[in-house]
């Protein structure tokens, strides 16, 4: 009876509990998050920091007990009030809602906010070290000042003391041309737009409708470490390294030290001290020359007095100008009366030397006639010379010619011997080179004929070869 009994109500028990689909636990569960926690702020240390392209910003805030997923909405992002990175402690205030497709609760944030100043020096301190360590900080970066600038950039906000000091200080010094790019020094937005004012005072051309500054001023009046943090990110700290005009920062007050402080040029404790460090005292400059102008004049008169007293010692020691110039006018004309006197005389000398040496030169006829003797004399020689030389020639020719005629072919052909030649005109010394048959030349002393061989050649005496030949020819 108790089994059957526990086994009834087993089931009406299970139809008390409620039944819910997914979708209306998720929307039930929302519901009570939202309406327990609604807007919330929380501290904690960003982490898992990711940029979609959409926009929205995804993170988590994490502290040594848990982490809770967060995002940021691509149109709450400009009104943060800062710029979300990864190992920040801040403050995060938002709601805090449920994403349903995957089963978690995660914050929406709408603002992030330091958490606390022990976190901002933290910062400052990361980002000083980075920057330092790529040389921004060098003190061989920075530029001198122009001594009196032309035209002053100044960038600052528009309203408040800090545009109305730097011009009252310039005017009480010395007026120069001052252009306002106004930006916002702190809060959303303002680092970017004192890295544009910086950039847009530097990319100005010279010479243009807008001059180009010769000297720029950074500056804002005091405040709390969050309200100078505009002047602590990179984004400004890198546009004053990189300024190609010299830059005075002037950013809180003389206690007060920022990043941009460390890469300007010059840092001015304060605004009022930046316009002073920008230009000097004019009526101390007008001093300074009026006492410059003194001095050098004073120099100049006694330097001329000291050369007036030099020149007069100089000429209290110089000759009696006008009695050298009597003595040398007196001694010019003893050498002109000299001269006149003994150039006549030199000439006759010179006359007497020449005919002295005419007297031993012989006629040029008389050398004439001796060298035409003498050449005379040479050619008759050389006649000579050259008949004897002709003489021995032909005797020589002549012996040469008898010898060559001894060993002449004509001469033997002249005794009774003949040529025999073949059609090409080669000589045949041989009966064996003749052919039955073959045309022959036969040379006598006094001409040539022609002959047929026909029969083997044989040995035979001079006489008898000689009388078949002219039996043949006849």
Partial sequence: MQDDSA????????????????????????????????RVRVRGEITELKRHSSGHVYLALKDDQAKLAAVIWRSAVPRLGLAPENGLEVIATGRLTTYADRSTYQLVIERVDYAGEGALLARIERLKRKLAAEGLFDAARKRPLPRIPEVIGV???????????????????FPRRVLLWPVAVQGSGAAEQIARAIRGFNALSP???????????????????????????????????????????????????????????????????AAEIAVPVRLDLLHDLAQTRAR???????????????????????PNVPALLE??????????????????????????????????????REAIASRHARLNLLAQRLAARVERAAERARDRLTS????????????VLARGFALVTDRAGLALTRAAEVAPGQRLAIRFADG???????????????????????????
């Avoid at 960038?155 to 010094?173: F, P, Q």
């Avoid at 040469?400 to 072919?409: H, M, T």
């Avoid at 040539?448 to 006849?474: C, I, N, S, W």
Wanted: hydrophobic share 45%.
């Fill in 207 to 273: 010479g243009g409708a807008i001059p180009r500054p010769d000297l720029l001023i950074v500056a804002r009046g005091g405040g709390s470490l969050e309200d100078l943090m505009a002047f602590n990110e990179e984004s400004v700290v890198r546009a004053a390294a990189e300024s190609a005009i010299p830059l005075i920062s002037a950013v809180g007050h003389e206690t007060d030290t920022t990043l941009i402080d460390l890469a300007a040029d010059r840092r001015a404790p304060t605004p009022t001290a």
């Fill in 327 to 364: 003595a040398a006018r007196q001694r010019l004309d003893d050498r002109s009366a000299r001269l006149d006197q003994a150039l006549p005389a030199f000439v006759r000398a010179k006359e007497v030397a020449l005919a002295r040496l005419a007297s031993r030169l012989p006629h040029p």
């Fill in 448 to 474: 040539q004929v022609g002959a047929t061989a026909d029969g083997p050649g044989t040995r035979r005496g001079a006489g008898e070869a000689r009388l078949a030949a002219q039996e043949r020819l006849l």
């Fill in 296 to 318: 050098l004049v004073s120099a100049l008169a006694r330097l001329v007095k000291e050369k007036r007293l030099r020149l007069e010692r100089a000429v209290a020691r110089l």
């Fill in 7 to 38: 086994s009834s109500t087993g089931p009406a028990l299970a139809h008390n509990v409620p039944e819910f689909t997914v979708g209306e636990l998720s929307a039930a569960i929302r519901s009570t998050l939202e309406g327990r926690f609604g």
């Fill in 155 to 173: 960038v600052t906000s528009a309203e408040g003391a800090v545009i109305r000091d730097i011009l009252h200080r310039l005017a009480e010094r």
């Fill in 400 to 411: 040469l010619s008898s010898r060559l005629d001894a060993v002449s072919y004509q001469a």
